[in-house]
């Protein structure tokens, strides 16, 4: 059994890397279970680069650390706007950290402020630190359009723990919110089969870059 440490504390990502390796023996830590609560600088430039920052800085911790990072991105705002999210989405503008329920509020807000519904997208970074080197792995832009959703500012009443902004993103095609049930976010053929190569892709890296075994 191939014991790894997330560098999360949020429950969700460490369920979506689970069901990625549900066929490989893999037991996954969390910071919380060996107490760890210092945090890494996140300075980097892309989520890739935070991935592999926040992995190398828990390596010290663990012998193998797999850490992911994600930016959000309006379409509708230029990149240099500083009301785009990035690489701060939970601390938009530099600020203080957001939890759940603010996110809800702030983006809700800034969405109102936009019309009411926005296209976005995320993208998202990962990096695996073991034995002293860290690999890394980052989705493409053609993933990153074909998984477009909108978010608008009517929050859902149902809640995602760890994912709040899957209580205001809506499945493009459906207009239904990521927190409903049975809701897979994508559900076109065109998605499906880019979002199936691109799981592909990623557990490869991951089984890969850990050294599991199924």
Known sequence: MKRVLFGTTNPSKVKRFASLLASYNVEFLT?????????????GRTPEENAALKARFYGQYFDTVICNDSGLYIDSLALTDPRQPGLHIRTPGGGRRLDDEEMISYYSQLIHTLGGQVLAYYLDGIAVYRS??????????????????????????????????????????????????GNNKYDTEDELIILGEHRKRLIQFLVKSLGVQN
């Open 31 to 43: 910071l919380s279970d060996l107490q760890i609560t210092e945090e890494p600088k996140e300075n």
């Open 132 to 181: 002293g080197e860290v690999y890394t792995f980052m989705e493409d832009s053609e993933v990153a359009r074909h998984s477009a959703f909108y978010m608008v500012d009517r929050p859902s009443e149902k809640r995602h723990k760890g994912w709040p902004l899957d209580s205001i993103s809506l499945n493009r095609n459906t207009l239904t919110y990521f927190v409903d049930q």
